[in-house]
């Protein structure tokens, strides 16, 4: 949510916000526009997986009527659930900056807990860690929409991946948003050649994926390190391995979302 078009507050991305009814219309519009972009292009079946907070944010009656539509924040594969090798193509749709930009628009990786987070080595925000899970399965990511930032971190994980920015990010609070009409005009016109162009790749599959992540504080490693395969780096950081990406991106989830240290 805080990648689309119009977005450029923090009251509107939290579902207590006052203004998080209007940000959930303006989600549907950049949804609607990739849709019918992607039937377009010669999609043959849309499926939207809500991924933002609650994930219950898109309501069923404002979606494109030829959707299908995933909610609810409770998915092993959170951002991902639903994806298998039968999909022809992806599209991310209203991504972020990773956490630690200096600039981007509520720049964070996961959820507000991670100061870091490496695949294999490698700095990854949402974008690059749903990367992996994408060629995992041989589904190529073809199309993101977001604030400036986002769209040229996802170009170093996803180098074919062709951009829509929706806005500029001035710094981690203020933007420049353009014109909404303009925005969903071209997320329409960029999925239906994204989609019409779309080649599937050969899964990679690596031989294991070695996670580390770096958290703000160290409650949840503290307690993420009581399962004796999730190795304590340092106070703050924990590190484990897995030699599948879909576990390896179960495991991610858990830890940044599900183990409450309040
Ligand atoms: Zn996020």
């Not at 977005?7 to 998080?20: C, F, H, I, L, P």
């Not at 999609?43 to 219950?56: I, K, L, T, Y």
């Not at 599209?91 to 294999?120: C, E, M």
């Not at 948003?177 to 050969?202: F, G, H």
């Amino acid at each position: 949510m805080e990648g689309i078009s119009g977005v450029n507050s923090d009251n509107q991305t939290s579902a207590a916000g006052a203004e998080y009814g209007r940000a959930r219309k303006l989600m549907v519009e950049d949804a609607n526009a990739a849709i019918r972009g992607a039937f377009e292009g010669g999609a043959m079946q849309v499926v939207v997986n809500d991924s933002h907070g609650s994930q219950r944010n898109i309501l069923p009656e404002d979606l494109d009527q030829r959707a299908h539509l995933i909610s609810h924040s409770f998915k092993r594969h959170g951002m991902m659930e639903g994806l298998d090798s039968t999909f022809d193509a992806i599209i991310f749709v209203g991504y972020h900056a990773k956490a630690g930009s200096p600039r981007g628009v509520f720049a964070h990786t996961g959820s507000g807990v991670l100061r870091d987070l490496q695949i294999n080595g490698q700095s990854v925000g949402e974008g690059g860690m749903n990367a992996f899970l994408a060629r995992w399965f041989g589904v190529p990511v073809i199309m993101i929409t977001g604030d400036d930032v986002a769209v040229a971190e996802q170009k170093e994980t996803t180098p074919q991946v062709r951009g829509v920015t929706v806005k500029r990010a001035i710094n981690s609070r203020a933007v420049e948003l353009r014109p909404l009409a303009d925005t969903r005009k071209e997320i329409q016109e960029v999925a239906k050649a994204t989609v019409a162009a779309a080649r599937k790749a050969p899964p990679e599959r690596l031989a294991r994926y070695v996670v580390r992540m770096e958290m703000r504080d160290p409650t949840i490693p503290e307690v993420a390190s009581a399962f004796r395969e999730i190795r304590l780096v340092n106070p703050t950081t924990v590190e484990f391995t897995r030699e599948s990406m879909p576990d390896a991106y179960r495991l991610i989830r858990v830890i940044y979302r599900f183990i409450n240290t309040d």
